[in-house]
C-alpha cells in the first residue's frame, strides 16, 4: 500500500495538530497502517528538543496486556492449559482460584481492579509471592462470570502464569515468542533511547511535572511496556490479521471476538480474550488502550479491510477519545478502500445443485456455494439466520458463525439416492415450503395449503 494522498495526510496532520494544541501534549505521535505497513506518519511536540519519529519510544501501558494474552493462546494452543482451568490449577495457593483462565483475559473474572497496597503504578513493584501473600477475600468483588469489571490483577495473575509453564519470567516470553518474530527490537520492558519522559499537564498553567518511572515487578504484565510508533504499527498488523506465525490465524479471530460489553444495549465498547473490542464509523475495531503516569497510547485494527491506527503521547490525561476513530474518519472520507474486484472461483461442481432456493418451512433461504465446498445459507427475506459452512471430509459442513455456529449441516437422501432436504442440527430445509415429499418433523398436513 502506498502512502496516502497528500491531501489526506494533510487532514490527518491537522487532526493531530489540533489534537496536540487543544489538550496541551507535550508530544504526540500517530500513524495510519495500511496492509501491514505505515502509511501515514504525524508528530507533534519535542521530545529531547525535536520532533519525535517513528524510532521515539513512548511507554504503552495496558497494551502490554494484549502482548501477555498472545502467550496465555500460544499455551492452550499448545495444550498445556484449557481456557476453562481454573487459575488455581496453575498457581496453586491463590485466594481466587476457581476463577478461570478465560475469565481472566476477559476481565469477567470479578477481581479488584487493583491490587492491595499503594498506587502500583507510582511506587515500585513487588516480587509476585509478595503480592500474593496480600490477596484475600477482598479481592473478589463480583460473581466470576457476572460482568465485565476491568483489573490489573488478573493480568498480574496471568503473567505468574506464563512464568510458570515457560520456566522464565513473562517479559522474556513475550520477547522471544512475539516482539522478535515480529520484528519489533525497540518494545521493551524499560526505555531506550531516544525516548519521550512522561509529564503531567498542570490543569490552570502551562507547566510540566515529570512523572514516576518504576519496574512494577509483579504488575508489570499489567502495563510494563514501551515501544515506537514503528513497532506499534507492526503490532496493528498483528492484530488485523497478519500474524507472522506468531499465532493462528483462527486463534487471533477468537481473542477478537466479543466475550463481554462494557456499555450495556450500546455495544460500542467490549473486550474479547486480551483485545479491547469497539464499534465506530461502521467498523468492527480490536486493539487496546494504555496509560500510564506521564503516558497514553492507544491501538486500533480493523481486521475486514487490514487498516490500523494509533497514537503514543507523554501526557498523564488528556488525548481525546476519539482521536483514533477521527483518523479513521478522515481516512474513509479522503481515501475510501475500493472493494476487491470480483472474478470466478475456483469451486467443486458436484455441488452446483445444491444451491438456490430453500425453506425452513415458510421462509425463503438461499443457498450459495462459496471457494471449494464451502456454503452460505442467506434469508432471502433479510430476517432470519446468516451462517456460512465449512466442508469436513466426512461430506457434512460445519456451521462458522451466526445462529448455526458449530452446528453440523447434513444432506439428507431418499431411499433411491435422490436428495430430499438439508438438516441443519435438526431443522429440515427443503426445496418448496413445507415438501410433503420430505421428512419433516411434526409431518406435513395431507390437505396441503388453503385459502
Given at each position: 500500500m502506498s502512502p496516502v494522498l497528500e491531501s489526506t495526510a494533510r487532514a490527518l496532520l491537522r487532526r493531530i495538530a489540533v489534537e496536540q494544541a487543544g489538550s496541551r501534549l507535550p508530544s504526540l505521535a500517530a500513524a495510519v497502517?495500511?496492509?501491514?505497513?505505515?502509511?501515514?506518519?504525524?508528530?507533534?511536540?519535542?521530545?529531547?528538543?525535536?520532533?519525535?519519529?517513528?524510532?521515539?519510544?513512548?511507554?504503552i501501558?495496558?497494551?502490554?496486556?494484549s502482548m501477555?494474552?498472545?502467550v496465555v493462546m500460544r499455551l492452550r494452543d499448545e495444550g498445556r492449559l484449557d481456557l476453562l482451568d481454573p487459575v488455581g490449577k496453575h498457581i496453586p495457593g491463590t485466594p481466587v482460584g476457581e476463577v478461570t483462565v478465560a475469565q481472566l483475559l476477559s476481565h469477567t473474572a470479578g477481581l479488584t481492579a487493583e491490587p492491595p497496597g499503594?498506587?502500583?503504578?507510582?511506587?515500585?513493584?513487588?516480587?509476585?509471592?509478595?503480592?500474593?501473600?496480600?490477596?484475600?477475600?477482598?479481592?473478589?468483588?463480583?460473581?466470576?462470570?457476572?460482568?465485565y469489571h476491568y483489573s490489573n490483577l488478573g493480568f498480574g495473575l496471568l503473567g505468574e502464569l506464563v512464568a510458570r509453564h515457560r520456566g522464565t519470567d513473562w517479559a522474556r516470553a513475550v520477547r522471544e515468542e512475539i516482539l522478535?518474530?515480529?520484528?519489533?527490537?525497540?518494545?521493551?520492558?524499560?526505555?531506550?533511547?531516544?525516548?519521550?519522559?512522561?509529564?503531567?499537564?498542570?490543569?490552570?498553567?502551562?507547566?510540566?511535572?515529570?512523572?514516576?518511572e518504576h519496574d512494577a515487578v509483579a504488575l508489570a504484565p499489567a502495563g510494563q511496556i514501551w515501544s515506537t510508533p514503528a513497532d506499534l504499527a507492526r503490532w496493528a498488523a498483528f492484530v488485523a490479521g497478519d500474524t507472522g506465525g506468531v499465532l493462528a490465524e483462527s486463534t487471533l479471530a477468537e481473542m477478537r471476538e466479543p466475550?463481554?460489553?462494557?456499555?450495556?444495549?450500546?455495544?460500542?465498547?467490549?473486550y474479547g480474550l486480551g483485545l479491547q473490542l469497539a464499534r465506530a464509523g461502521g467498523r468492527r475495531l480490536a486493539g487496546h488502550t494504555g496509560s500510564m503516569p506521564g503516558f497514553l497510547a492507544s491501538v486500533w485494527a480493523d481486521p475486514a479491510d487490514r487498516t490500523g491506527v494509533l497514537f503514543l503521547a507523554n501526557a498523564t490525561s488528556g488525548v481525546s477519545r476519539t482521536l483514533l476513530t477521527?483518523?479513521?474518519?478522515?481516512?474513509?472520507?479522503?481515501e475510501p478502500r475500493l472493494p476487491a474486484e470480483w472474478a470466478p472461483a475456483e469451486v467443486d461442481p458436484g455441488l452446483l445443485e445444491l444451491t438456490g432456493p430453500w425453506y425452513w418451512g415458510p421462509a425463503p433461504y438461499v443457498l450459495r456455494l462459496l471457494g471449494g465446498r464451502d456454503l452460505?445459507?442467506?434469508?432471502?427475506?433479510?430476517?432470519?439466520?446468516?451462517?456460512?459452512?465449512?466442508?469436513?471430509?466426512?461430506?457434512?459442513?460445519l456451521g462458522l458463525d451466526g445462529y448455526y455456529a458449530g452446528e453440523t449441516l447434513r444432506l439428507a437422501h431418499r431411499p433411491d439416492g435422490t436428495l430430499s432436504h438439508l438438516d441443519l442440527n435438526t431443522f429440515v430445509f427443503t426445496r418448496t415450503p413445507y415438501d410433503p415429499a420430505a421428512e419433516v418433523p411434526g409431518g406435513v398436513d395431507p390437505d396441503g395449503w388453503r385459502s
Open positions: 497502517v495500511r496492509d501491514g505497513r505505515i502509511a501515514w506518519f504525524g508528530a507533534r511536540g519535542r521530545v529531547g528538543g525535536a520532533a519525535p519519529t517513528e524510532a521515539t519510544q513512548y511507554r501501558g495496558s497494551i502490554t496486556k501477555v494474552a498472545v499503594q498506587w502500583w503504578e507510582r511506587t515500585p513493584g513487588m516480587p509476585f509471592e509478595e503480592l500474593l501473600a496480600l490477596l484475600g477475600p477482598e479481592t473478589s468483588r463480583h460473581r466470576p462470570g457476572r460482568r522478535e518474530p515480529l520484528g519489533m527490537r525497540d518494545t521493551t520492558t524499560r526505555p531506550r533511547a531516544p525516548h519521550a519522559t512522561g509529564y503531567a499537564v498542570h490543569p490552570w498553567a502551562d507547566v510540566l511535572l515529570p512523572e514516576p466475550a463481554t460489553v462494557d456499555d450495556g444495549d450500546a455495544w460500542t465498547g467490549g477521527d483518523l479513521l474518519a478522515v481516512l474513509d472520507e479522503h452460505a445459507l442467506i434469508p432471502l427475506n433479510g430476517t432470519g439466520r446468516t451462517s456460512r459452512f465449512a466442508a469436513r471430509a466426512d461430506g457434512t459442513w
